[in-house]
């Protein structure tokens, strides 16, 4: 079966998991912003309540609950992440994030069903970037296998799942299959949701600081295939 093939994802036993959580939990209700709670939450397009931490105010809570634990393993990492995303309130989800970008070199190409389920629940940019850029990045680069699942990604129904494959190489530079972005772009050229043809604009975008003369010729080649704001987010910082 494949890797990100539909399956139910159980929540491992996990001591550490049990130990983060309760600090957590503890710590972040502790310093819950009432009032600040409200406007995050629209900010967000209502994805998910707030607790109205700031983010200065969760960096140094991350710090308080991870302080003299131990590294995690895999099981650990997808305990930790799985009920974090149990939880309501959205700070707990940036939580799992944070915690998995530090991690994600713990993680095997298994971890990667996770981060399916991470990206495409209680799914919005302020999640998915990271997760894209930082662990899936991550993923794929260790296993040159899951290339073909991150070809699958491409096509799928879910615009976050499509986004996620989209951004994955994003922090590559040197190490980008630039066939495969470019045929990545092209399959979606044509998507109707702003996230989609917005992350194309980006991923040309970051790939363009390392082969500027790639991305013109590649949009000059494709010309009228891509939204405008694709283009303009590809070219921003070369021209045209």
């Known amino acids: 079966m494949s890797v990100t093939g539909a399956r139910t994802l159980d929540i491992p036993h996990s001591a550490l998991a049990d130990t983060l959580l309760e600090r957590l939990t ?3 209700g502790a310093a819950a912003d009432p009032e600040r709670a409200g406007p995050m939450r629209a900010y967000m397009k209502d994805v998910a309540p707030f607790l109205g931490l700031t983010t200065p105010v969760r960096r ?13 393993d895999e099981a650990d990492c997808t305990a930790v992440a799985l009920r974090c995303w149990r939880l309501p309130e959205r700070e707990y989800h940036y939580f799992a994030v944070d ?28 999640t998915v970037d ?19 699942e991150m070809d699958a990604w491409s096509t799928d129904d879910d615009l976050w799942i499509v986004r996620t494959a989209l951004l994955h190489q994003l922090r590559y530079k040197q190490r980008t299959d630039t066939e495969r972005l470019f045929t990545y772009c092209l ?25 500027p003369d790639a991305v013109r010729h590649f949009l000059a080649r494709e010309e009228g295939r891509f939204a405008p704001l694709s283009v303009r987010e590809a070219l921003k910082n070369v021209g045209a």
């Open 99 to 126: 915690y998995l970008r530090r991690h994600a070199g713990r993680c095997s190409s298994a971890f990667l069903p996770v981060t399916r389920h991470l990206v495409s629940t209680v799914a919005w940019w302020d």
């Open 60 to 72: 140094s809570l991350f710090r308080t609950v991870v302080e003299g634990t131990p590294r995690p």
């Open 26 to 28: 503890t710590a972040y």
């Open 130 to 148: 990271l997760l894209a850029v930082h662990v899936v990045g991550a993923l794929v680069a260790a296993d040159p296998e899951l290339t073909a």
């Open 187 to 211: 399959r979606q050229s044509g998507h109707p949701d702003f996230f989609v043809r917005k992350a194309i604009g980006w991923a040309l975008r970051e790939y363009a600081k390392t082969h």
